[in-house]
Every structure is written in C-alpha cells, then in structure tokens.
C-alpha cells in the first residue's frame, strides 16, 4: 500500500493531537455505545496491526472484535464490555502514533488538490487489458464535455496508480460531484433489490390484476435506480451551479452517460480516489465521497478569464 493512501486513512480518524479519537453516542443509559466511525476506525487498527512498531496484533482484533462486528457497517452498536476492548486497542497505538505520524507526514508528498488517483483494476493483467483500459479512461473523460483537461501527470507505485491532474476547476467539480453519484449508484445496486421497502415499491407500481414476477421486480429496480442517478445529476447541477455556458438538459445528458461510466469502471474494480491533500469541501470515506457544497468556494468570472497581457511604454511608442 503506497504510504501516501496509509497517511489518507489515518488522516480519516485522527484529531489535531495525531491519536486516534472514538466519534460515539452513549445508549441505553451508557450500556452501549454507538461507534460512528467504526468502519474507518477498524480499517485503520488492521492497517497498523500489520506494521512493527505496533504491539497490536492482527488476530487479537479479529477474535475479539472483527469476529463480532464485521466492519462492513458505517457505524456499529457496541456493548460496553467490548468498547472497552476498542478503546484498550486504540489506547495502545495512540502511545506511538504521534511519532509514526509526524515521519509519515515527511515522506508522504504533497499533491494537487484537483489530482485524482486511479488504480487499476487486477483484471488488468496483459498490454491488451491495459490499452482496453485507457481507452475506456479515455472514453469516460471525454463524456465529461467540460472546459478543462483530464492531464496525466505520472505513474506512483509502478504502473498500478495513475495520477490525472483536472485543470479546469468547473471539470473538477463535476467530476467529483458525479464519483460521488457513482459510489451510491454501485451501494443501491447491491442492496435495493433485496431491500423491504424496494419490493412493497414494487408491489405497489403493479396495476389491478397484474402479477408480481422476478422480471417485473428486476425491471422496476433497474428503472427506479435509473430515475434516480438522473434526479442526483440534476441535484449536483443546481448546486454547482455554473453549467460551463452549456444548456441545463445538455449538461445533464453528458454527465448521466459519465456517471454511467464511472459506475461500470468502479464495478470493474478500479479504484478513483481524492487527491492526497483534497479540497476541503471534499472528503473519502469507505465507498463514499461526501462533499460539502455549502463549503465549496464560487467561481469569480472575472477572475477565471485569460489575462490580458499589457504592452510596455517602450513597445507602444515604437509601434507609433
């Protein structure tokens, strides 16, 4: 794992001390806590379970939490007695994380804010694959039909990371906007259909002496996820706001076909991630990507224009 991704998880769960801090709300009279990080949490014990300086082994975690509270869950219901055990763990590593920290802070280079990283998938195996997948890439970009450019800046780690710089700030935006769109896509793809509340929708929508049948079921799910990436894309463009000089149906069309993309790349297994030092208005959280568009600054038009180069004195009087 690239040390700049270890840095990105541990940055997810740690204060301004550099420990690691417990988000929880107290239950049943303080019986149980509600760990709202869990997940992230977990994700970073089993990371630094792994590395030497830590005294935390991996089975431990995993026989007396993992085993019970798998962490697949955002957030988890934790009895006392083992928010103890989260807490003793997390006790443990906090005596010497400040230190991994500040040496992490020191190797880990600074990125672009509007650089996206994107590892391949391991079905990239052959030079085939691989000019399939720029292709694709490719492809995808294109569909964004902005102002601005998708830049390839380097490889990190050998060829499994590219790194692509987004020039145009309305580009970025939009692009991160829709991943956004396209991580919830790729989570209700998973869980509608099995959902209680998707099959009583179902039922529902049938007509007087229609029959409920599987293709009925799978038909209304894929319309109702189809509706429902539309209605987010038009979301996202009320609340960016600036269109790039493009009519609203337009720029809903391309970035519904780009999110469409997005979310066939991601259930290919690649993997879009923020910059190493994101917006603040942006933040990673597992298969998610939460943005701030209250706290996402508004474009100055004038400022954004080319600049005007002046002429000096000396070349306007020899042009007289």
Known sequence: MRLGEIKQKIDRVISENKIIVIKNEPLYGEQAQKVTNYSEIMDVLELLSGLEWNDVQNSEITEQLLSKYPKGNVSEMLPLADYNILTAFIGRINEKLPFYYSILETMVEKQDEQIINIKLSEKVNSLTDLEKFNKDLSSLFKKFNLAG?????GFDNGTSWYEILITGVVLYKYFIACLAVAFA????????????????????????????????????????????????????????????????????????????????????????????????????????????????????????????????????????
Do not use: W
């Open 149 to 153: 450019e998708f830049q390839f800046k």
């Open 185 to 320: 896509i790729v989570e209700l793809k998973k869980t509608y259909y099995d959902a209680e509340q998707s099959k009583l929708n179902y039922l529902a929508s049938l007509r007087g002496g229609e029959e409920a049948t599987e293709e009925g079921r799978q038909k209304f799910t894929d319309r109702y996820i189809k509706i429902y990436l539309e209605e987010k894309i038009k979301e996202v463009i009320e609340k960016i706001g600036d269109t790039n000089g493009n009519a609203k149906p337009e720029i809903t069309s391309h970035l519904v076909m780009a999110t469409n993309e997005l979310v066939k790349q991601l259930g290919e297994g690649v993997e879009f991630h923020l910059s190493l030092n994101p917006p603040q208005y942006a933040r990673e959280e597992i298969n998610s990507l939460a943005i701030d568009y209250k706290k996402m600054p508004k474009i100055d038009a004038e400022n954004s224009k080319p600049k005007q180069i002046s002429i000096p004195k000396e070349d306007k009087q020899d042009e007289k």
